[in-house]
């Protein structure tokens, strides 16, 4: 996740199972948070996906 305009990068534990997930983490008190993320199968297939500004901080 980033803070900062994307600027830089902060990896986040995630916990779950069977493709449900939760992250829990510290986050400023104003601006935006962007997310990005990756994942493979067994089979080696990959996805990744970037969400700019996803939710926005008060």
Do not use: C
């Not at 600027?7 to 997930?21: N, Q």
């Not at 104003?30 to 996906?49: C, M, P, R, Y």
Request: charged share 20%.
């Amino acid at each position: 996740m980033s803070y900062d305009g994307n600027a830089t990068w902060r990896p986040v534990k995630l916990s779950g199972k069977s493709g449900i997930w939760s992250a829990r983490y510290d986050a400023p008190h104003h601006g935006f948070v962007s997310l990005k993320t990756e994942g493979w199968d067994d089979a080696g297939n990959h996805i990744s996906q970037e969400v700019i500004r996803a939710y926005g901080l008060k």
